[in-house]
């Protein structure tokens, strides 16, 4: 592929998926917050304990094949089959074990309605297993358009239906279609567009040729899954369920931006830096320059949050939900270094053979699980605090290992990202001293001024330096618009 098709591809791939994450977040902002008002804490935090066991056996349904696909040079049709009726049988088996587990679980919290939800809650499993092969493919040939689109329309479809169910009194019901909803309208959407059939034969050796690689991911995806959401697991035993909504919320509230801009960046960086991984130049300067970007748009986006939180959450939420402040106002710290993270985390990904990443991921897990030994008995803000912090040494040990494998240093990408972070802390004071100025104003209107005053010294800080990442993004932003007028 020439480099320049690369360039275009990688663009136009980031701008759609961008654009897709928006708007989906905005959907699932806007339907959270709806349904945030009709339910009550115990009901997410009933969710974010059945969080855990999904999140656990999405990484063991997928094992890895998928980005072995996307790595690989030229999969063929017996690749793809033999990943594909592997990830349905482990789904089969997973939801098996994990329906059976469902009561025992319901007793250790208190919660006989994950007896009822189980059965179908984990039915997203299955389902999700038809979609790996058919992701695959579309990331493969950078159809991030048709990718976004699809990823979109579920979620307006699953938001209308949660919203609906939930003002008519569905209760954790809504949550459960939801997310049933959003994964089957993906898998139908997948099928009937791409109605890939192939009788090419099932190959163990095609497993086991993608297997070193595969079960490495498959191990630090496993061992991140279990330690992002094992903290819930305690506090909603050692507390209770209500205060494990209030985190809950606050920690999904946190991702909506932060997971969207990454999923948008990383699925389409990934492929796009595994195609130039022979290529030391161009792979370093992609590197830096994606960094350079997220650090742009995430640095204010995330201190802009905590800057506002109180009459944001007082506005959207309601009175109810106001406890989820000081929780939200942490966590929201972690985006600041997560999404950097994972950026290095697809260098190793892309260049290395997968050993180091298995390394890596036992010390950061060392060092995670000493935190949680000390927060979790200090209570739920400080195991808030702690996750921020893991947030920023796994970005640290993350980043400090990928610069191995590329040709710069570590101060040269602090450099890179060290303008937008003096801005966003800049545009944070900005907000905090003007607020007392507008306090008795209607909280709609104090809102409003704080992410107009935020906006403004922010995008007035970068012209005024001259910060490269705006350039860029203005750059970015023209090349496209000309590609679509031609």
Known sequence: MADKGLETKVASGIAWSFSEKILTMVIQMVVSIIVARELMPEDFGVMAIMTFFTSVALAIIDSGFSQALIRKETPSDSDYR???CFNLVMSVVLYSVL?????????????????????????????NALCVVQTVMFTREFRFALLSKIVF????????????MAVTEWGIWALVAQRLLMMGIKALAFWVIRRWRTDAPLSVASLREMAPFSL?????????????????LFIGKLHNTSMLGYYSQAQKLKDLPVISTVQAVQGVTFPALAQIKDDDVKFSAGYLRIMEMLAFVLFPLMLGMVAVADDMFLLLLGEKWMPTVPYFEILALSGLFYPLGIVSYNVLKSRSDGAVIVRLEILKRVIQTLILCVTIPLGVKSVAWGITAMAAVEWLLNTATAICYVSCRFVTLLRRIAPSMILALAMYVAVRLSAPIY????VALRLLLGIVIAVMSYLCGALLFRVNALREALSLAHSLLNRREH
């Open 82 to 84: 033999t990943v594909l």
């Open 99 to 127: 329906t059976a587990v469902a009561y025992p679980v319901a007793k250790l919290y208190d919660a006989p309605v994950i007896c009822d939800i189980a059965p179908i809650l984990f039915l997203i499993l299955p389902i």
């Open 153 to 164: 329309s579920a979620s307006l479809i699953s938001g209308i239906v949660a919203v609906v």
């Open 216 to 232: 490495r991911l498959l191990a630090t995806d496993l061992i991140a899954s279990i330690y992002n959401n094992v903290a819930q």
């Open 439 to 442: 306090i008795s104003l209607h």
